[in-house]
């Protein structure tokens, strides 16, 4: 057996964001709305850049907060770690959506794309690659400091950290990482890539069945290796690969990775099982053994809002958080029967807004104009039915 030592387990994230996430990032370049997120600046006594909403996260419940502010004329920012938009969706950019109201199938990138494109119908304010670290209050106004030192001032804030950031489990053995550039995977960032190659997917959750069950499209074989007795995702999913006759290795785990002749990729995996070890050919490796969550983003000691299992805010019904003035939105808000997908993250939103605006002028309308009523729309209705119609 080969001499081991630690991978690393926190990975440099360029993988995750091909060419079409930084289309996107150019796009939002192109229409001049990424601004440099500088310290305050004070005229006259006015602080220029203090925000009706800041809105931490850019997945889908920021996305469709940022469009909702902006439809309820807030001055609107969103601050996001990545260097790009859309939050957890950008992990599974192949994947076919088929369970988001009024949208026939689509992928997720493309998904990706509507929600940065509506979430900047009315210019907010964007910083990528900025890190919330601690939100502080100075008389009324919310401070939210970032790592790199800047400080953001905000009436209103929307937390949409979502699960906080995620970085995948990485595989701790021998050189695993030198083989990430070539064919040693944390997620698949396009399936053609593996069209005619045996893949073996290490896991048995969600993750790791649903990329299973999609490569089954366009690999020659997929193999699934599992150290639990069963997996544990669900049925139908695991029902697909046992209907398409998936190898499926139970109570059995990665034990060495083997190298070609150049030393480039994996060519064999070696498994242990019930004590034995036998080499499995492959052409790539696909690990999906969850994600450690990095969770940077805290709260002075005088707004501690309250929170379950030590993470989630808890909503005291609204989708606001026990400190007034501060809102959640998506994933990270936990209330009795919230529904934790995409769909979910848009009526979360839209109570975050309403009720931000509320908060800032208790007189508002509690609900925005509906789009047909909306006299916000109205120039923009001209362009599109321009656009659309010959
Ligand atoms: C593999 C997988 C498949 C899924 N498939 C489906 C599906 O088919 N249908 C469905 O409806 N749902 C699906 N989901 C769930 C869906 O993706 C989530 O419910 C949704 O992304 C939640 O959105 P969010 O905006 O709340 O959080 P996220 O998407 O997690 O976005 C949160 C954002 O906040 C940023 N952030 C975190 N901390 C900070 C900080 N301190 N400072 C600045 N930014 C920060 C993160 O970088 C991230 O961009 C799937 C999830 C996974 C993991």
């Known amino acids: 057996m080969r001499s081991h030592d630690i991978a690393e387990t926190v990975k440099e994230n360029t993988d995750y964001f091909p060419i079409f996430l930084l289309k996107i990032i150019i796009i939002i370049t192109i229409i001049g709305i990424i601004e440099k997120c500088s310290h305050s600046v004070f005229v006259g006594g006015y602080d220029m850049n203090l925000y009706d909403v800041t809105i931490i996260g850019g997945g889908p419940a920021g996305l469709y907060s940022a469009f909702y502010s902006g439809l309820r004329s807030m001055k609107t920012k ?4 990545q260097p790009v938009l859309g939050g957890k969706v950008n992990i599974y950019p192949e994947k076919i959506l088929w369970d988001v109201g009024g949208l026939p199938p689509t992928q997720a990138q493309q998904f990706v794309q509507n929600l940065v494109d509506q979430a900047m119908t009315f ?3 964007v910083c990528l690659n900025t890190k919330v670290e601690e939100i502080t209050k100075q008389g009324e106004i919310f401070v939210i400091s ?3 030192g800047e400080v953001h001032y905000s009436k209103t804030i929307i937390v949409a950290v979502g699960g906080g950031i995620l970085n995948p489990i990485k595989l701790e053995l021998a050189g695993a990482k030198k083989y990430e550039m070539a064919n040693l995977h944390y997620t698949i960032l396009g399936l053609q890539r593996f069209r005619g190659k045996k893949v073996l997917v290490s896991g048995g959750g969600n993750g790791a069945v649903d990329w299973a069950v999609e490569l089954l499209s366009v690999a020659k074989e997929v193999v699934v290796v599992y150290r639990k007795e069963q997996l544990t995702a669900h049925e139908s999913q695991v029902e697909k690969l046992k209907e398409h006759g998936v190898e499926i290795i139970l109570q059995a785990e990665i034990q060495s990775l083997l190298s070609n002749s150049h030393k480039t990729a994996i060519e064999q995996v070696i498994i242990s099982q019930n004590g034995e070890e ?3 050919d492959v052409d790539d490796v696909l690990i999906c053994h969850g994600y450690n969550r990095e969770v940077s983003l805290s709260f002075a000691d005088d707004i501690q809002p309250v929170r379950k ?10 989708c606001k958080t026990s400190i007034p003035g501060v809102f959640g939105a998506g994933d990270v808000i936990s ?6 997908l995409l769909l979910g993250t848009f009526q979360d939103a839209a109570l975050a807004v309403n009720n931000a605006k509320m908060y800032i002028d208790p007189k508002a309308d509690q609900y925005a104009m ?6 916000k729309f109205k120039e923009k209705n001209q362009e599109f039915f321009k656009k659309t119609i010959r």
Do not use: A, F, M, R
């Not at 299992?309 to 609204?318: C, E, I, R």
């Not at 209330?335 to 934790?340: G, L, P």
């Not at 509906?370 to 006299?375: A, G, K, L, P």
């Open 309 to 318: 299992d030590d993470y989630y805010l808890v909503s005291q019904g609204q």
């Open 146 to 148: 970032t790592d790199s």
């Open 335 to 340: 209330y009795d029967d919230k529904v934790n």
């Open 278 to 280: 036998y080499p499995i």
């Open 123 to 125: 210019l907010p304010t």
């Open 370 to 375: 509906v789009s047909s009523h909306n006299d």
């Open 78 to 81: 969103i601050i996001e770690v």
